[in-house]
C-alpha cells in the first residue's frame, strides 16, 4: 500500500481503524460514514465521478468497506503521492471512462495486451477503480518512464492553475523554448492542458529537454 502524504497519513495517526485509509481519515461529522464533502476537505483533487466509483451501494456515502477496496487509496490519494504520476480518467478522456485509443494517447506505447490486464472487467473502456488499481499503475508508470515524462502535469504545474506555462515547463524541462511551448499549445490560449502535455509531440520534445 503506498504510504499517504503527510496531511493524510497524520490524519490516519489518530483513527481507530488500523488501515490508513480508515474513516477517521476523512469522517468529520463521526457518523463512520465518508460523504464526498468530507473526502475533498482532505482531498479536493478527488472527482464526483471517482467518488461515484467507489460508492457501491449508491447511497452517496463510503462505508469502511467501500474505502478499503481495491483501488480506493489511490484515488483518494490522487494528486497528493510523492510521485505526482497518478493520472485521473476525467482527466484523460474528459467523461467517466476511457477507452484504449484515449489511454493509449496518455501513455505512448501502451499495448492492447496491457489494456486488457487494466480493463479487468472486459468492458472496452476503463473507469477510475480499473486505472488506480496496482497492476495498472505499474503498467501505466512504465510507459510514462519510459517516454522521458518522469512527473506529472501536477507536478509541473506549481500555481494550481491546472495549466502548465512556459516558465512552469522550463523548472522541470530547462531546454524548453517558447516556440515549443507553441507547438503544444494546440488550442492557441498560451498555457499547457493536460492533454496537451501528453500529446506524443509533447512527450518526445520534453523527453529531451530533461
Not at 495517526?13 to 476523512?26: D, E, K, N, R
Not at 484515488?75 to 476511457?98: E, H, K, P, Y
Not at 473507469?127 to 497492476?135: C, L, P
Request: proline share 2%; glycine share 8%.
Amino acid at each position: 500500500m503506498k504510504t499517504l502524504s503527510l496531511a493524510l497519513a497524520t490524519t490516519a495517526l489518530a483513527a481507530t481503524a488500523a488501515s490508513a485509509m480508515s474513516i477517521g481519515t476523512f469522517d468529520q461529522n463521526g457518523d463512520r460514514f465518508v460523504s464526498y464533502a468530507e473526502v475533498t476537505a482532505v482531498n479536493p483533487l478527488v472527482g464526483r465521478q471517482e467518488f461515484r466509483d467507489l460508492d457501491v451501494n449508491r447511497d452517496n456515502r463510503l462505508s469502511s468497506v467501500e474505502l478499503n477496496a481495491p483501488g480506493a487509496e489511490a484515488i483518494l490519494d490522487r494528486g497528493m503521492n510523492a510521485s505526482g504520476t497518478v493520472r485521473s480518467v476525467s482527466d484523460i478522456s474528459g467523461g467517466s471512462f476511457v477507452s484504449e485509443a484515449q489511454l493509449t494517447a496518455a501513455y505512448p506505447g501502451l499495448k492492447s495486451h496491457e489494456f486488457d490486464i487494466i480493463d479487468t472487467n472486459n468492458d472496452g473502456r476503463v473507469n477510475s477503480t480499473e486505472i488506480y488499481a496496482a497492476d495498472a499503475q505499474d503498467i501505466l508508470n512504465q510507459h510514462e518512464g519510459g517516454n522521458g515524462i518522469l512527473v506529472s502535469l501536477d507536478a509541473v504545474d506549481t500555481d494550481g492553475s491546472g495549466f502548465a506555462s512556459l516558465a512552469e515547463l522550463q523548472r522541470v524541462y530547462p531546454g524548453t523554448t517558447a516556440n515549443d511551448l507553441r507547438v503544444f499549445d494546440q488550442n492557441r490560449d498560451g498555457r499547457i492542458s493536460f492533454n496537451e502535455f501528453y500529446a506524443p509531440i509533447a512527450v518526445e520534445t520534453l523527453g529531451k529537454n530533461k
